[in-house]
């Protein structure tokens, strides 16, 4: 766990569903929310409080899936990114077949007011310290040939093409890596 007088970096507990729904839910409503998110805004607020209670139990508590949130001085989440663990032979969330243990950032947003203060190389860190203790020597991540903004973010934390690129409904996308 990160901590500084104004910002918190942390592991997502399982009675925050709220804050977890409330979170993603601003995360679809983000203008890059189309290229960015697999799901849209309507689908995430439809669904029932159970699935969001689910969801954030099995984020705060599971070897295998991992939530860390960015939490202001007022106790807001200001950013947030899931880690799932892919196992050599399994098939990944998108579909494609897993080569290497890795762990896969899903979920990535920072709220625009908190952009561009560190927050998302923390939550990163947050995983990253997380995946390490879970045995796992890479990071990957997807992101849409057309959000610039984000490539270069991650860019930025060290994440480097791979060469993967493949195509979803949104559109193309890329793989990013890093080590662990």
């Not at 705060?60 to 106790?75: I, K, L, Q, R």
């Not at 709220?111 to 947050?126: Q, T």
């Not at 991650?154 to 195509?167: H, I, Q």
Request: net charge negative.
């Amino acid at each position: 766990m990160t901590t500084t007088p104004s910002l918190t970096v942390r592991r997502a507990r399982a009675e925050e569903w709220r804050e977890t729904r409330e979170l993603r839910l601003a995360a679809l409503r983000d203008p890059a929310a189309p290229v960015a998110f697999l799901e849209t805004h309507d689908v995430a607020e439809a669904r029932p409080d159970e699935f969001w209670q689910q969801r954030a139990t099995t984020a705060a508590t599971s070897d295998a899936v991992c939530a860390f949130v960015a939490v202001d001085a007022d106790g807001r989440w200001v950013g947030a990114t899931t880690g799932l663990i892919e196992e050599p032979g399994a098939t990944d969330v998108l579909g494609g077949p897993v080569e290497q243990r890795q762990v896969h950032l899903v979920g990535v947003f920072v709220r625009p007011e908190a952009r561009g203060a560190g927050v998302l190389g923390r939550l990163f860190d947050g995983v990253q310290e997380w995946a390490r203790g879970q045995g796992v020597e890479r990071v990957r991540l997807c992101v849409h040939v057309d959000n610039p903004r984000a490539q270069a973010a991650y860019r930025k934390l060290g994440f480097a093409p791979s060469g993967v690129r493949f195509t979803l409904e949104q559109g193309e996308e890329l793989e990013m890596v890093r080590a662990v």
